[in-house]
T-cell receptor
Framework: DADVTQTPRNRITKTGKRIMLECSQT?????MYWYRQDPGLGLRLIYY???????NKGEISDGYSVSRQAQAKFSLSLESAIPNQTALYFC??????????????FGSGTQLSVL | DAKTTQPNSMESNEEEPVHLPCNHS???????IHWYRQLPSQGPEYVIH???SNVNNRMASLAIAEDRKSSTLILHRATLRDAAVYYC?????????????FGKGTLLTVNP
């Protein structure tokens, strides 16, 4: 089983609809992230959370919200989806550890299309 | 944040070495150099990291310039499964605000 699981893998929705993308992890990491990937633009950080009570905006948080329901679960919501939110969304986790080196572990992504 | 510059694309032949360059002229003394790769239809995966010295692991080698303003990811014998987008990223080891910024990376094509 994957360590970082995203659901759904694919979603097509209409403009104005509310959408929730879910992420769960079995790695026991405190830190979780949501990224968005558009063709030719690399990955951009939407939101991140360092623990259950911590939520931080990334570089492109407008139009999105998140919920950290538990250490293992981090959901991304689009309250009113718009076509330019069509993209590939990735959830990731990390553990700072003691060495100062922090690796990210990514899920397989959710392809969202907003019509 | 310190920036990295990578070529948009590179091409290699199977079983030949591949050297993927990255420039990071504004790197700070506490920035680690990380490399990730993204295979088709998958999320990025960690490849290797280093601070000052060259590093080797089962996936690749990382060569870091003496002034740390550039680095090179080395795949010793490219395979078709190495075709991916490779990202060079700087990560500061200190500080409470953490963001790992992914640029556009280098698209590596491996020819059979």
């Amino acid at each position: 089983d994957a360590d970082v699981t995203q659901t759904p893998r694919n979603r097509i929705t209409k403009t104005g609809k509310r959408i929730m993308l879910e992420c769960s992890q079995t790695k026991g990491h405190d830190r979780m992230y949501w990224y968005r990937q558009d063709p030719g633009l690399g990955l951009r950080l939407i939101y991140y959370s360092f623990d259950v009570k911590d939520i931080n905006k990334g570089e492109i948080s407008d139009g999105y919200s998140v919920s950290r329901q538990a250490q293992a679960k981090f959901s991304l919501s689009l309250e009113s989806a718009i076509p330019n939110q069509t993209a590939l969304y990735f959830c990731a986790t990390s553990d700072p550890g003691s060495s100062g080196v922090e690796k990210l572990f990514f899920g397989s992504g959710t392809q969202l299309s907003v019509l | 944040d310190a920036k990295t510059t990578q070529p948009n694309s590179m091409e290699s032949n199977e079983e030949e070495p591949v050297h993927l360059p990255c420039n990071h002229s504004t790197i700070s003394g506490t920035d680690y150099i990380h490399w990730y790769r993204q295979l088709p239809s998958q999320g990025p995966e960690y490849v290797i990291h280093g601070l000052t010295s060259n590093v080797n692991n089962r996936m690749a080698s990382l060569a870091i310039a003496e002034d740390r303003k550039s680095s090179t990811l080395i795949l010793h014998r490219a395979t078709l499964r190495d075709a991916a987008v490779y990202y060079c990223i700087l990560r500061n080891s200190g500080g409470s605000n953490y963001k790992l910024t992914f640029g556009k990376g280098t698209l590596l094509t491996v020819n059979p």
